[in-house]
């Protein structure tokens, strides 16, 4: 492991399983309790915003409740001591990685803590909530929505993302079920560019197989011990 100078760590609602945040496909997760068509895409939008907005307002407000674990803290120790490139790519809008002191982090998906206006197309932090239409503080018009990508929906930084992968000699894949492109697909276009790939995961995902190695466990325990073992 002493020969890598550039990761990119590509983080999924595993990572924060353990900080008590549901993920969306385990069993009680968060499709079950919802549907995705009607919470997670811009026509579900158009049809509901109540229901949407509420979706996210309660996720928004229950960050507060939750905090980082084992696993954000070792990524956090990493990005402070690893001496060479690193990005953490997160498909999480939540904010653990940067509570717990990373700072190369890019929400591909967006961000809980974030309100971007259809109006005038800004985006502004948000900690409150949004069910209530509160104005835009930039343009006053009452037409916030979460800052999240939604299916349909094109992810952000993706052109920064496959320079990272194309500039990597380690991609390493935390917490995700491989369900979701494009994000899904980044292992491929690590091992296609040659670029070693590791998956950390609770169980074998639906893109274990791409990976060079794939180890099985709980983030909690198998980030730290990973971190340990590239830094020694
Ligand atoms: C796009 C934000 C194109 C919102 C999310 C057919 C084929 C291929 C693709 C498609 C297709 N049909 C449609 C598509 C595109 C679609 C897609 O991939 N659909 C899938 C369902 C087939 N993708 C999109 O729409 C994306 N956009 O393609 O745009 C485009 C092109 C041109 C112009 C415009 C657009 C946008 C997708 C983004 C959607 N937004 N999230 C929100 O959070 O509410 S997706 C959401 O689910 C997450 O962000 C994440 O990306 C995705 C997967 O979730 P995971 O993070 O992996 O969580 P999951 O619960 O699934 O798994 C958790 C894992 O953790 C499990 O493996 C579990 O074992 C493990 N685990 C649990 N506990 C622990 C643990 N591991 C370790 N320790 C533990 N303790």
């Known amino acids: 492991m002493s020969d890598i100078r550039n990761i990119v760590i590509l983080t999924g609602a595993g990572i924060s399983a353990e900080s008590g945040i549901d993920t969306f496909r385990s069993a009680g997760g968060l499709w079950e309790q919802h549907n995705v068509e009607d919470v997670a895409t811009p026509e579900g939008f158009a049809r509901d915003p109540a229901l949407v907005l509420n979706f996210y307002d309660m996720r928004r407000e229950a960050l507060c409740k939750v905090a980082p674990n084992p696993a954000h803290d070792a990524l956090a120790r990493l990005d402070a001591e690893f001496s060479g490139e690193l990005l953490i790519v997160t498909q999480n809008v939540d904010d653990l990685h940067e509570r717990a002191g990373a700072s190369r982090v890019l929400h591909m998906h967006g961000e809980l803590k974030s309100a971007l206006c259809t109006s005038c197309e800004m985006r502004s932090p948000w900690n409150a909530t949004l069910s209530d239409r509160p104005p835009c503080p930039v343009c006053q018009a009452p037409t916030l929505r979460p800052d999240v990508v939604w299916f349909g929906e094109m992810p952000y930084q993706m052109e920064r993302i496959y320079r990272a992968i194309r500039e990597a000699d380690l991609f390493v894949s935390i917490g995700t079920s491989g369900a979701v492109y494009p ?50």
Not at 210 to 224: I, K, N
């Open 183 to 232: 994000a899904a697909g980044f292992v491929r276009d690590a091992r296609d560019l040659g670029v070693q790939t590791l998956e950390l995961n609770l169980e074998r995902s639906e893109g274990s197989h791409w990976f060079h190695e794939s180890r099985q466990g709980r983030a909690g325990e198998l980030v730290p011990a990973w971190v340990e073992e590239l830094l020694r």
